[in-house]
């Protein structure tokens, strides 16, 4: 419900002035998705594995991470799809902890680890925020995963 | 101090209203991205509640496509502060992502949230390519703004259809960046969570979550894997009865979203 409570707050006249918002005065009001933007989107790539592909040779780090109460874009169809990528394992599958919970599961492959946050939804922030936040640190530190 | 461009000190949001008494600085404004329409976007910086001059900058963006980042981002997941029921005060969330780095929260593309254009028939073409390409320039020209996270480890992050927009301008950055020997934009990585990557393998994988969680009938989930070719432009309308059947007659009254937590009424 908490999206309902964003549509008050960033339409209150005195929340836009604080924020330097709407000076142009935009002629319909604030909205947290914009069904015009998504009944008309143009063009859409089919598979953005090509360029995991081409970002991995180059060295970035990538993280990937499932909510896995999530129905809309679940686990499975984000570890089909990176199956896909055929990456060489280098940590194998473990459960990750935090507050002496199995937090979810892990792997690491060559170049991109992958997660899993237990109890989390589409939203994994807002469902797991203890959870998350420790994926965070992990991934800004470059480090596994705590695995107790 | 050191000084900073006037736009900087311009952008500094002073106090929300309803906010808690807060140690780190905040930011929002607009930059344009492209003149001739008239396209700007809006974005918001929360700086780290600790040494913000150390920590790295994080940008976060939403999907949809079209969905706002201070609206799910900010307000939602990883921003300081949620909004409390009656939206007339906030308070603060204890697990922020900014007690790790600076959070720049980003409304893309234009026509999201608070961003904008000046030209009506620009939402009703935009998509992936013009999104990065706009997301970049908004980059190069806040860094000017902003010179002190010029070089500074950057990271991207998002959600959903952002699976799209993340590793997209992640590649922009990249192919940007390969004209400097130093570049400016200090891209380290990213990291993308329930992200849309491949229609095709996402979609076998959606429905094999629908059928292992119990949420379709075996009968429902050979259907749809008969008659749906998940890489075709257009579903057939066998396929569509058959994932209509599930939605409107087996999945029940639920949020698709969490599966397990009570629908908002």
Redesign the interface.
């Known amino acids: 419900?908490?999206?309902?409570?964003?549509?008050?707050?960033?339409n209150?006249a005195?929340?836009?002035r604080?924020?330097?918002?709407?000076?142009?005065r935009?002629p319909y009001k604030?909205?947290?998705?914009?069904?015009?933007?998504?009944k008309?989107?143009?063009?859409?790539?089919?598979?953005?594995?090509p360029?995991?592909k081409?970002?991995i040779t180059?060295g970035?780090?990538?993280?990937?991470?499932?909510?896995d109460?999530?129905?809309?874009?679940?686990?499975?169809?984000?570890?089909?799809?990176?199956?896909?990528l055929n990456l060489p394992v280098k940590t194998r599958w473990y459960p990750w902890y935090s507050g002496k919970q199995v937090a979810g599961w892990t792997e690491e492959y060559k170049g991109l680890t992958f997660a899993t946050?237990r109890g989390?939804?589409?939203?994994?922030?807002?469902?797991q925020?203890?959870r998350?936040?420790v994926l965070?640190?992990s991934?800004?530190a470059g480090k596994k995963l705590p695995k107790s | 101090r050191p000084s900073v461009p006037k736009q900087q000190e311009?952008?500094r949001?002073?106090?929300?209203?309803g906010q808690p008494k807060v140690k780190f600085s905040q930011f929002?404004?607009?930059v344009t991205v492209n003149e001739r329409h008239g396209r700007a976007l809006?974005y918001?910086l929360t700086e780290s509640s600790s040494s913000p001059h150390t920590k790295?900058l994080l940008l976060w963006l939403n999907g949809?496509?079209?969905?706002?980042s201070?609206?799910?981002g900010a307000?939602?997941?990883?921003g300081p502060f949620?909004?409390?029921?009656?939206?007339s005060s906030?308070y603060l969330?204890?697990?922020s992502?900014n007690?790790?780095?600076n959070l720049l929260f980003l409304e893309s593309?234009s026509?999201?949230?608070?961003s904008?254009t000046?030209t009506s028939s620009d939402?009703?073409?935009?998509?992936?390519?013009r999104t990065a390409q706009e997301n970049l320039i908004f980059l190069i020209k806040w860094m000017s703004r902003f010179p002190q996270y010029k070089y500074r480890d950057f990271?991207i992050?998002g959600?959903?259809y952002a699976?799209?927009y993340v590793?997209?301008l992640?590649?922009k950055i990249?192919d940007y960046n390969k004209a400097f020997t130093k570049p400016i934009i200090n891209?380290?990585?990213?990291?993308?969570?329930?992200?849309?990557?491949?229609?095709?393998?996402?979609?076998?994988?959606?429905v094999?979550?629908?059928w292992?969680?119990a949420?379709i009938s075996d009968r429902t989930y050979k259907s749809i894997l008969s008659h749906c070719n998940f890489?075709a432009e257009k579903a057939s309308d066998q396929c569509d009865e058959s994932v209509n059947y599930a939605m409107n007659h087996e999945f029940g009254n639920i949020?698709?979203?969490?599966?397990?937590?009570p629908t908002?009424l």
């Open positions: 419900c908490t999206e309902s409570y964003a549509e008050k707050y960033y209150r005195d929340v836009q604080a924020f330097h918002a709407n000076l142009t935009i604030w909205t947290a998705c914009s069904d015009v933007l998504i008309n989107w143009r063009d859409s790539d089919s598979s953005v594995l360029i995991y081409e970002l180059a970035l780090r990538i993280w990937v991470f499932s909510g109460t999530d129905s809309v874009v679940p686990v499975t169809a984000t570890r089909f799809s990176l199956s896909h946050v989390a939804g589409h939203e994994v922030p807002l469902f925020p203890k998350a936040l965070f640190r991934f800004l | 311009l952008d949001i002073k106090e929300l209203p929002s404004g607009y809006f918001w790295p949809g496509p079209g969905c706002s201070i609206a799910y307000s939602e997941e990883i949620r909004i409390n029921k009656t939206a906030l969330n204890t697990f992502w007690r790790e780095a593309p026509g999201v949230g608070f904008y000046n939402l009703k073409d935009t998509g992936d390519e990271y992050a959600e959903s699976g799209h590793p997209q992640a590649k990249h891209l380290k990585g990213f990291m993308v969570g329930n992200a849309v990557t491949d229609n095709h393998y996402d979609s076998i994988g959606t094999t979550y629908w292992t969680h949420m890489t949020d698709q979203y969490s599966i397990y937590t908002c």
